[in-house]
């Protein structure tokens, strides 16, 4: 059963049955500002920080999500009213046409109801931090109509905490006040603690107060306000406040009218000039072209055309969507991740910055010097931290207010963790990173700068790469295999001083890129040094890991190995066999294998289970992951961040049917006509997926805010499609279906377009016969252009 369907054209998702499972998000604004907005306009809006700057207020994991960014619509001649989006009226749907449309960073929610078509589209523009709806309303019936529109937002408490509980500083500093058609909240005790709402019209009523608006005994379903036609005029220093502007229209038979309406951060005065600005529904239009200019300009990075068509809409649209989503706002503002947590996660952030290098390269180094600095002096990465700690021009600068009755403010030295509360694989994403994005810039003194640790004293960045290694070539166990410390990449694999194989993998990975890196500088010491630790890690791994049909998962601290053939549970895992094969240590017999034991005993139609068969018996030695129900998250679900790392391992072997098999089956797109199964958005990578051991099986969990987001991306185009810079060079080197005839890439690279035509005329999955560029053969590769010009590269594969 499908809900919606993809329109490429508009780069929007069309959810028609408006009534989804779950709530299926989108996320509005690019900049300062972001709203989580589900496809009834339920949600939420943060400034800067979802933590500590919510605008307004959402009930976390409550059988509906509310509140929203609402308008009401009333038809004043017989008393009826409904919501422009589906909720939180909630009209049956069989007399009331809904629709929602997901665009890159806006929502558009339509509905046609009793002779009146209505349109709500909420977007922020680029650089100001306002949220703006553009509602168009028109009469389709013959005759004239008297209507009341109304709008609804309910303020938060700005701190999290401060909007989940202990309200008894807060209900009493909250206030909001009326003037010239414009609502001022504010937290009284905050200094920048000022929102406003506004409307292109003079409003003809308004409550600042939730409950005279929504009434005693009801909800956003009933406002009182909107039943009865009139709102209160209410405003008060102190309790709950919201945002409701009333306007009365007549509309003549076949008129629309448009207006606008705007939430915005600041004090009133600031809303003044933006109120006449969006008065002009010019001006609305030009900000909402600016935005869509802001994504053809990162989407035209990197464009394809291949015989599969859910791999085209997912790489031209969605997937590096939701790959950007993560970077911009961390991984902390959704309907699950509700802003209790915020900051940099280490490894989330390192792998997140690392997919993005191509459409985002100042993100991704603004995140490298974050997370440079995030880093200790010996050489592990804080687990989670917030980069203002850090950085010297936020320095003495108040991040958080500081309540009178809550917590002491933590001191720098108990910020920063020591190496128990350390994650074994956390710093070493960071080396990829740095390499991937010199790869995409050529910004290789970026190595030279200089950049403090969070624990004291400063480094070059090249330093900082080298602590990173050094850290994990010490941190072994008795095998000499990485140390598994308070979790690796499985935040539930807890092996503490027992070792991780996975881990081991990565250092080697992470040392392939440092080498690459270092001798196309030139740094022949460090290229001697870092080759001898790389031999020793791989030495170790294939002494030690190689269980006769794959890679076993690690040792616990007493010895026991996990992820043998003997095991009951837990017997093949995806991580530490991915990774042997991607990061290069595997030889061709190992890895063959070891991918082959991965689609045996791990593939389902819907993608890679992370572990086969789950864990059912709890074991504190190999971790909490065994206390986790079986089919979910860690313990054997379809975990989707490291199924991309299978499809790169099966690309590294040349099994282009074997990792497009694998692509396909996590795909979402493939999933958009069983939703009764998946539950979850389409146009998402989840988190997870439940896995075969568990009885709701297919059905999809968390979306947007997952590594999968990037790391499908990255996987896809550059191995499986096989287009990726190297430090001088660009390659193209395709892992694809054999039956693939041809695929088209087109890829901006150091500000000159290439437009890369594969043939397949052998019907190979890998192997590149000849390249030319603009009619002149090249011996392999295709050597950096200059900015500014095209080019047509022409492979042909054999
Ligand atoms: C979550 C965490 C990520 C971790 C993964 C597996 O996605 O954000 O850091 O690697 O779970 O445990």
């Not at 078509?117 to 709806?133: D, G, H, K, R, Y």
């Not at 606008?260 to 600005?277: D, I, N, S, V, W």
């Not at 991607?582 to 061709?588: K, T």
């Amino acid at each position: 059963m499908r809900y919606g369907y993809f329109d490429d054209e508009n780069r929007e998702y069309v959810i028609d049955h408006v009534n989804t499972p779950v709530p299926w998000t989108n996320y509005i604004g690019v900049n300062d500002m972001c709203a989580v907005l589900s496809q009834s306009a339920d949600g939420y809006v943060f400034y800067k920080s979802p933590q500590y700057h919510r605008i307004t207020r959402f009930r976390p994991n409550a059988p509906i999500s509310r509140p929203g960014h609402y308008v009401y619509l009333r038809d004043d001649d017989t008393g009826e009213y409904w919501s422009i989006s589906w909720q939180p009226v909630g009209k049956d749907l069989t007399k009331a046409k809904y629709e929602c449309r997901h665009g890159l960073s806006y929502s558009k929610y339509s509905c046609e109801y009793n002779g009146i078509s209505a349109c709500q589209t909420i977007f922020i523009p680029l650089n100001e931090p306002v949220e703006l709806w553009d509602v168009v309303l028109k009469n389709n019936s013959s005759r004239p109509r008297c209507l009341s529109i109304y709008s609804y937002i309910e303020f938060s408490f700005h701190q999290i905490d401060m909007d989940n509980q202990n309200f008894q500083m807060s209900l009493y500093a909250s206030g909001s006040s009326y003037a010239d058609g414009i609502i001022e909240y504010d937290l009284y005790y905050e200094e920048s603690g000022y929102q406003w709402f506004t409307s292109s019209f003079e409003p003809d009523g308004f409550d600042c107060l939730r409950d005279r608006f929504l009434g005693a005994y009801r909800d956003e379903r009933n406002p009182i306000a909107v039943e009865r036609g009139e709102c209160t005029g209410s405003f008060e220093k102190t309790g709950n406040h919201c945002a409701a502007l009333q306007k009365k229209l007549v509309l003549q038979p076949g008129q629309d009218i448009r207006i606008a309406f705007l939430l915005g951060e600041g004090k009133r005065e600031t809303a003044a000039p933006m109120r006449e600005k969006y008065s002009d529904p010019a001006n609305v239009d030009r900000a909402f072209s600016d935005l869509a200019a802001f994504w053809d300009e990162k989407l035209s990075k990197l464009q394809v055309n291949t015989p599969n068509q859910g791999m085209n809409t997912s790489l031209n649209i969605w997937n590096l969507y939701q790959a950007e989503v993560n970077i911009m706002f961390s991984r902390f503002a959704s309907f699950i991740e509700v802003g209790g947590r915020t900051g940099l996660g280490f490894r989330d952030t390192s792998q997140d910055a690392m997919t993005i290098a191509s459409s985002n390269p100042e993100k991704c180094r603004q995140r490298i010097i974050e997370l440079c600095r995030g880093l200790t002096q010996q050489g592990y990465g804080l687990h989670l931290f917030q980069p203002e700690w850090f950085d010297p021009e936020f320095q003495g600068k108040q991040q958080s207010f500081k309540s009178p009755t809550v917590i002491p403010t933590p001191s720098m030295e108990e910020k920063v963790h020591g190496i128990k509360d350390a994650c074994s694989d956390d710093a070493l994403w960071l080396i990829a990173a740095i390499s991937e994005y010199i790869k995409e810039t050529g910004e290789v003194s970026l190595l030279d700068e200089m950049v403090t640790y969070a624990d004291g004293g400063e480094g070059t960045v090249y330093q900082h790469m080298m602590r990173i290694l050094d850290f994990s070539a010490e941190q072994v166990g008795a095998t000499g295999i990485c140390k598994g410390l308070r979790a690796d990449w499985n935040d539930c694999l807890n092996l503490g001083g027992g070792e991780s194989a996975m881990v081991s993998f990565l250092h080697y990975w992470a040392l392939q890129h440092f080498l690459a890196l270092s001798r196309f500088i030139g740094k022949t010491e460090e290229v001697e040094k870092y080759e001898k630790m790389a031999a020793k890690v791989k030495k170790a791994c294939n002494d030690n890991l190689w269980d006769g049909e794959w890679y076993i998962r690690g040792i616990t601290g007493s010895g026991r190995k996990i992820g043998t053939h003997d095991d009951k549970e837990g017997k093949v895992h995806i991580e530490s066999n991915a990774w042997a094969v991607f990061s290069g240590v595997a030889d061709l017999d190992r890895a063959v294998k070891a991918m082959d034991s991965v689609d045996k005993y791990l593939y389902t139609p819907y993608g890679l289970m992370l572990n086969a068969p789950s864990y059912t018996k709890s074991d504190d030695e190999i971790g909490f992951v065994t206390r986790v129900y079986p089919g979910v998250k860690e313990n054997g679900s379809i975990f989707s961040h490291p199924n991309p790392w299978a499809w790169c391992a099966e690309a590294a072997l040349g099994r282009g049917d074997r990792a497009m098999k694998f692509y396909n089956a996590l795909l979402p797109y493939n999933q958009n006509d069983k939703i009764e199964v998946r539950q979850s958005e389409p146009y998402s990578y989840c988190q997870f997926v439940m896995g075969k051991d568990h009885t709701a099986f297919g059905r999809a969990r968390h979306p947007f805010m997952t590594g999968s987001g990037g790391w499908a991306y990255f996987a896809a185009t550059r191995y499986l499609l096989g287009v990726r810079p190297d430090f001088d060079h660009l390659i193209v080197d395709p892992c694809i279906p054999k039956d693939w005839g041809s695929f088209d890439v087109t890829r901006v690279w150091r500000g000159a377009v290439y437009r890369i035509h594969v043939e397949n005329p052998c019907g190979v999955s890998k192997g590149v016969k000849t390249m030319e560029m603009d009619g002149k053969t090249l011996s392999g590769w295709i050597p950096v252009q200059k900015a500014g010009t095209q080019h047509s590269v022409h492979v042909v594969m054999g």
